[in-house]
């Protein structure tokens, strides 16, 4: 049972950058998704959720408008693609499972190891 | 937004004693409250959600109370491992998370 972020790098503000996260060793299409992120030695934001079908994304304000979350439960595998980026959006992103696989729970028992993303001219 | 406050921002501690974290709601939360440990390079393990249920495989030495707007993690006795940055986390409106409180070796 694992989750493996890729993606991450260096890019330049305005710039965008997709980030995926391969799922393994469970029913992914049954649970809801998230990203969470943490900028370098600071706490952790969450930045947007899907639910297992994929029917229903949400997204935290700080990225709403900039990012797109997807889901392809064929492949196992969750995206995000981030546009306009920021030196603020500079982070490891970190995707998490919800804990419930009946509903949207929004605590996050599994998570991948994270992908830094870095954003500078 | 309801914003999360973690006190104490460092706890020092000796192993074997025990650990007592606050996190603090701006409005209630009714009990849907997490916590989570992170160490250096790691991502966020989940120990307790809903306020006081541990997640599967968290030692039991691990408890968490609490409603509305006041929660405790409580780790009875340290162990060497525990030592770490921990982050409450509420979903009760969205998700926002605390700023943590870091447990340290005194």
């Known amino acids: 049972v694992q989750l493996v972020e890729s993606g991450g790098g260096l890019v330049q503000p305005g710039g965008s950058l997709r980030l995926s996260c391969a799922a393994s060793?469970?029913?992914?299409?049954?649970?809801?998704m998230s990203w969470v992120r943490q900028a370098p030695g600071k706490g952790l934001e969450w930045v947007s959720a899907?639910?297992?079908?994929?029917?229903?994304?949400y997204y935290g304000d700080s990225v709403k408008g900039r990012y797109i979350i997807s889901r392809d439960n064929s492949k196992n595998t969750l995206d995000l693609q981030m546009n306009s980026l920021r030196a603020e959006d500079t982070a490891v992103y970190f995707c998490?499972?919800?804990?419930?696989?009946?509903?949207?729970?929004?605590?996050?028992?599994?998570w991948g190891r994270g992908t830094l993303v870095t954003v500078s001219s | 937004e309801i914003v999360l406050t973690q006190s104490p921002a460092t706890l020092s501690l000796s192993p074997g004693e025990r650990a007592t974290l606050s996190c603090r709601a701006s409005?209630?939360?009714?009990?849907?409250l997490a916590w989570y440990q992170q160490k250096p390079g790691q991502a966020p393990r989940l120990l307790i959600y809903?306020?006081?249920n541990r997640a599967t495989g968290i030692p039991a030495r691990f408890s968490g109370s609490g409603s509305g707007t006041d929660f405790t993690l409580t780790i009875s006795s340290l162990e060497p491992e525990d030592f770490a940055v921990y982050y409450c986390?509420?979903?009760?409106?969205?998700?926002?998370f605390g700023p943590g409180t870091k447990v340290d070796i005194k």
């Open positions: 998490a499972r919800d804990l419930d696989a009946a509903t949207v729970n929004w605590s996050f028992d599994l």
């Open positions: 060793g469970f029913t992914f299409s049954s649970y809801a």
């Open positions: 899907i639910s297992g079908s994929g029917g229903s994304t």
């Open positions: 409005q209630s939360v009714s009990t849907y």
């Open positions: 809903d306020a006081s």
């Open positions: 986390q509420q979903r009760n409106n969205w998700v926002t």
